[in-house]
């Protein structure tokens, strides 16, 4: 392969037809209240992990979401498990638990 | 002499106002430009919050009208002459009407789809509107894609020509964010495998039992909400749908791939509510809707005594506050006349 | 696809071109790119047509390449435009038509803004008659050079000795149409059939016989920019839109791609050899290239001239496998050859893409 000292961009968009549903529709069985977010952010607000580096839990539903695994990946582990986003929530979506089941379908995966 | 008002307009708004004045021993004509009275209503499936049956609000309404009000379908105005204290009609059938009070209950029309280009309505196959697949609903017929398959992901494009200032029209169009959502959950009810998208700037759940309607579908029905407003489609070379949104919530462009496009169109002002009300010299407000004599106290009279207004000619309305509306427009032509 | 609600639209994005007495101003780089695209357009217009073209020796760039590069000021912009339109009035011509879309792009723009400020217009002339002496009067009509093309279409097809069509098979070309970014995105109605669907190449095609290719990334930018290109670091940059269009145009088998704009056709052109090389990809059948054509040509190609004087040899990617669907004879052996019969070397064969 020849070198012209530059690189083909990787595309950033998020292509929903080719991602991996499978960690959602795990998580649709063993965490249902995820489906109800409707991403007010007062979980990141609140969030003890997210004061301090780069976190935000409402973005774990929205990757989740979307099918976008390896971002979804790096994300979950930021969390400490605290549980004042399920104190905030007004959905009351678990987020405990969402956290933990989106591990175990992750772990699965691999 | 007997006191006759003329309503305009034989929708949800004129027919319930026909009916109120009759109530109150008022003679009432209404003019209706279709075969039937029921405007926009005749065409609609299913109402929101419950899903109930459209024909069940429409046949209230007929048979409240009964016998007690001169209906005259097939009818259009051509020309209005104010008087001093009455009004007269010329109609398009060559016939003329003397009348003490006018109630302008024209309605609206729905968007043109067509106008936003990049959507491809009339253009691709599988895009659609609110009003067609309410349509394909009411006629029973199997809904599928125009290449005859069972759609697997179907998506509601919220906003289209609604909150946008390029389509000339900023207002919200107010009822397409609930019917986004109750035709997403029919779908699902119809298609339980089937992925639903609603692409949404806001989700305006404005009035009672909608919040928890939006709630069901997401908990009930696993209806997906997706915020961005959809920037462009393309068809793929099976016809399916392609289209580009800014998923906000990630902060990234994000492409998918529908069987079936829904656009929920929004409220525009008829054209021949403008005609009226330029005869009758009525103000017209920015968005082209028609101005009451005042927003919060006098909302179904007019700068014009004599005339009234009642439902979406002053901008979108549900069929509640419609029906509401027309009552109050009622009454208050009911107060007029008694003064005259 | 509902042929129908395409119909419509182009019916709603209609613009007047001027019929006869051009005066026409050149693209900084399409004689490097396309050698022989503008010179067909005259001989076309002139030869063929009868129609009173001129060009002037003075004029220069519209300064588009350092505007989209932000080195060239607007009201710089406006001044070097101010010109070429003072170099059109003292000729006695006012229909102005560019070879350029991006200066196609600037033109429309400047005349855009005069018209809504109408105080700009008047600042303008007085940079310009403070730098030069000169003065001017507006263009009666600005037409893109493929305007003027799409408006005698017809008078090409009746002249012309081949079709948009397969010899062998009778069927009709697919062709892949690519409009300029600057030939309509900024003002809709200033291109035939408007931004979303327009129909300048389309009505090209259609009426020369050949059948359009409506694919998912048909509106993408093919990737030119001119920042993302100018750069080498940013290169990358560009291929990717160039590829994007590709894949997505590839499932199609598109016969050929059409283009009406300086940069598009380079980019499709040399970038599929790019990446060709780099990722050891081809975008047409068996290994081969999609070939690119600029508007003028194919108009050439139709009128049967020589491919080797519309400049077909310095594509980057082979044109031949197109000429032979299209029954048109060529020379192998004149490929290299230059005007005056002297060789003009050869290049390397690419790894990758079958090369003639």
Known sequence: MKEFGYTVHKERLIDYDRNDKRVLNHLKKHEPSVLTCIACGSCTATCSAGQLVDFNIRLVQTLLRRGEIEPLKKEVRKCMLCGKCILICPRGVNMRNLILAIQTAIDKLQ | MTRTTVIIGGGVAGMTAASRLADLGEQVILLEREEQVGGHLRNWDRLFPNRRPGYEVLNYLTEELGSKVDIRCLQTVTTIFSGERDFQLQLASGKSLRCDALLLATGFDLFDARRKEEYGYAIYDNVITSAELEELFRSGAPITTRQGKVPKRVGFVHCVGSRDEKAGNLYCSKVCCVTGVKQAIEIKELFPEAEVFGFYMDLRMFDRHFEEMYYEAQQKWDINFLRGRVSECAENQDQSIVLKIEDTLTSRPLKMTVDLLVLLVGFVPSPETLRLAAMLDLPVGEDRFLEPADEHTKSTLTVKPGVFLAGAVKGPFSISNAIADAGTAALQIHAYLKTL | MIIEGKKRLWQEYQKEIADDRYFYVRSCVRQNFFPASEKVFLRILKEELGKDVYENAAHTTCSGIGYHSDVVPFETAMT?????????????????????????????????????????????????????????????????????????????????????????????????????????????????????????????????????????????????????????????????????????????????????????????????????????????????????????????????????????????????????????????????????????????????????
């Open chain 3, 80 to 356: 070097v435009i101010a010109r070429q339109f003072s170099l059109m009035t003292e000729s006695g011509y006012e229909h102005f038509v560019t070879s350029c879309i991006t200066s196609f792009g600037l033109y429309s723009e400047v005349l855009e803004t005069w018209k809504h400020f109408p105080d700009v217009l008047q600042k303008v002339r007085g940079y310009l008659k403070e730098a030069t002496g000169r003065t001017f009067e507006l263009p009666k009509n600005v037409a893109h050079a493929s305007d003027v093309i799409f408006r005698f279409r017809n008078e090409i097809a009746s002249r012309g000795t081949h079709r948009l069509v397969n010899h062998l098979t009778g069927k009709p070309l697919r062709v892949v149409e690519h409009i300029g970014c600057h030939y309509s995105k900024m003002f809709p109605s200033k291109g035939v059939g408007g931004a979303e669907y327009p129909y300048v190449l389309v009505g090209m095609i259609e009426d020369w016989g050949g059948e359009v290719i409506d694919y998912p990334e048909r509106r993408h930018c093919c990737g030119f920019g001119f920042r993302q290109y100018i750069v080498r670091a940013n290169r990358g940059y560009s291929i990717a839109n160039s590829k994007k269009k590709f894949e997505s145009m590839k499932p199609y088998q598109p016969d050929f791609i059409l283009t009406n704009c300086p940069g598009c056709p380079m980019f499709f052109d040399r970038w599929q050899y790019a990446l060709s090389e780099m990722e050891g990809v081809t975008y047409g059948q068996n290994g081969e290239g999609i070939p690119v054509l600029t508007y003028e040509e194919l108009s050439g190609l139709i009128l049967g001239y020589d491919p080797w004087d519309l400049g077909l040899q310095v594509h980057q990617v082979p044109v031949e496998p197109l000429l032979d669907k299209l029954g048109i004879p060529y020379d192998p052996e004149t490929k290299f050859a230059g005007k005056d019969g002297q060789d003009l070397g050869r290049p390397d064969a690419p790894t990758h893409m079958k090369f003639f």
